[in-house]
Structure formats: C-alpha cells, structure tokens
T-cell receptor, first 113, second 110 residues
Framework: DAGVTQSPTHLIKTRGQQVTLRCSPKSGHDTVSWYQQALGQGPQFIFQYYEEEERQRGNFPDRFSGHQFPNYSSELNVNALLLGDSALYLC????????????FGSGTRLTVV | DAKTTQPNSMESNEEEPVHLPCNHSTISGTDYIHWYRQLPSQGPEYVIHGLTSNVNNRMASLAIAEDRKSSTLILHRATLRDAAVYYCILKETSGSRLTFGEGTQLTVNP
C-alpha cells in the first residue's frame, strides 16, 4: 500500500518565481495537510484541506495557497518566492477522525536562489 | 496551542531501553498526546498517541502520568534505526494541526 507521495523531490527556483508542489494522500485518506520545515527546525503547519476546502490555516502569508482535487490529491502553490521560502515542504494525510496519526510524505526540498 | 518541553538530546546504547520524557504542564482535558519521529532525510513518522491510559503498539509504549502533565515514550530495545528526532505533540480534539517543537535528538550507540 503506497503511503503519501510527493513530487517533485527536489526543486530549484529563482526569487520572484512561482512554484507548485504536488501530493497524493495515502489510500483511504481524505484529509491533506501541508507543513514547511526549515533546516534544523520542526515542521510548521501551513494549512489543511478537507472536501476540497481549506479547513484550517497556519501563520503563513497569502502567497501560500493550495487546492484539493476530487480524488483527494492536493497542490501547494507559492507565489513571489523569497529566499526564506527555501525549506522542506511536507504533505501529511489522515482519515476524517482527527485523532488518528498522520502519514507524512518524504517531502519536496525547495531551494530559492 | 499547548506547549511541550523535551530535552534537546539523549543517548542510548543499542538493545537497551530508552525513556524519552516530555513535560506538558498546560495540557487541557481534551488534548491527546502524540509522538512522532523523524529520521534523517525523511518526513515525520507517527509513533503512538494516547489520552489518559498507557498505550502500547509494535513500535513503542507511551506512559502517561496520572495528572497528565508529563509523559514518557519508551522504546523497549533501541536499534541503530531508532536514531531520530522524537517529537512530543499535544493535539486538540477539536483542532487538526500538529504543532511541532524542536524535539529530542536520540543517538543510539552500537
């Protein structure tokens, strides 16, 4: 059974550009969350999608947006990239019951130059 | 979000038990205690969670203090593959996010 799949695994972008990261949740999961992890720090919550709607959002600017498709897969979009956006972006999926554990993907390493 | 406090680092020897502590003195009655670990170059991995009673699964055991202000993750026989950053997280029943701290870096010596 495949877990959470993220693509691409690595990406290099230039300041000011836009980027789209993709996530396929674990089979049977319908809730997708995105996290940003800077080097040496714990992951920080960006937002969560359920039933194709953003259900909860962390303290991130509007440059960060997302989407969930009918098949539960999700995209994270970041506009006007800054050097500080360089990080590991993690996708996590779960069942509707919020107190089960989350399954994380291995992440997309984004480098902004 | 309620805060947890963990030691920055711990060391253990292979095949010995490891007790990873976590303090959460401001925990609310509805917060679940979750543990995740993150191996190098991987995303976090769910380990275990509990509310009031001690919990066991194939990976670890979770011991929760009677007043719920602290908990301990127990790895019964550490292996080299258990070397990771371990995060203790309080998760609201009504909320859905995980709030990660800095975690405990566990080193396992052969």
């Amino acid at each position: 059974d495949a877990g959470v799949t993220q693509s691409p695994t690595h990406l290099i972008k230039t300041r000011g550009q836009q980027v789209t990261l993709r996530c396929s949740p674990k089979s049977g999961h319908d809730t997708v969350s995105w996290y940003q992890q800077a080097l040496g720090q714990g992951p920080q919550f960006i937002f969560q999608y359920y039933e194709e709607e953003e259900r909860q959002r962390g303290n991130f600017p509007d440059r960060f947006s997302g989407h969930q498709f009918p098949n539960y897969s999700s995209e994270l979009n970041v506009n006007a990239l800054l050097l500080g956006d360089s990080a590991l972006y993690l996708c996590a999926s779960s069942w509707p019951d919020r107190n089960y554990g989350y399954t994380f993907g291995s992440g997309t390493r984004l480098t902004v130059v | 979000d309620a805060k947890t406090t963990q030691p920055n680092s711990m060391e253990s020897n292979e095949e010995e038990p490891v007790h990873l502590p976590c303090n959460h003195s401001t925990i609310s009655g509805t917060d679940y205690i979750h543990w995740y670990r993150q191996l190098p170059s991987q995303g976090p991995e769910y380990v275990i969670h509990g509310l009031t009673s001690n919990v066991n699964n194939r990976m670890a055991s979770l011991a929760i203090a009677e007043d719920r202000k602290s908990s301990t993750l127990i790895l019964h026989r550490a292996t080299l593959r258990d070397a990771a950053v371990y995060y203790c997280i309080l998760k609201e029943t009504s909320g859905s996010r995980l709030t990660f701290g800095e975690g405990t870096q566990l080193t396992v010596n052969p």
